[in-house]
């Protein structure tokens, strides 16, 4: 399963670190939007193998939180700092909620094979 909302979280944090070098000038917010863009790109791709890992995501995603709570304490201006946080948070819930057993069981626990078939006693004895 392609985890496309972690993929387009990415892009967005990407573009926005973008937009905010060519309307601020801001080289911190370029840096930082590439950077988280490309670590949560990494989560949404380890998000879609066949065992997923959750843990880049959920990690990178917790590190964005804590930045933009931050910029948001300093501020206290909604856009940006605020409308990442709130998308940040939203997609760490979804995270949790689609790869919540991964975090809970371990997801690269792979199970046994049993190949073969199983047999049944055909002479009327019953299992107790």
């Known amino acids: 399963m392609i985890d496309f909302v972690g993929i ?24 930082a939007g590439l950077v988280f863009g490309v670590a949560i790109g990494a989560g949404a791709w380890c998000n879609s193998l066949q065992q997923p890992f959750p843990y880049v995501q959920f990690v990178v995603l917790f590190l ?3 930045v933009m709570m931050i910029r ?3 501020t206290r201006a909604f856009m940006p700092p605020g409308l990442i946080l709130l998308l940040s948070l939203c997609v760490l819930v979804w995270t949790i909620f689609m790869y919540g057993d991964s975090f809970i ?4 626990e792979k199970p046994i094979p049993v190949n073969g078939t199983i047999s049944v006693a055909t ?3 019953k299992l107790e």
């Open 8 to 31: 387009v979280f990415a892009l967005l944090v990407a573009i926005g670190g973008i937009v905010g070098y060519k309307r601020a000038g801001s080289t911190a917010s370029l840096y």
């Open 64 to 66: 964005l939180i804590v």
């Open 72 to 74: 948001f304490y300093k």
């Open 105 to 108: 069981s371990g997801s690269n």
């Open 123 to 125: 002479d009327g004895r």
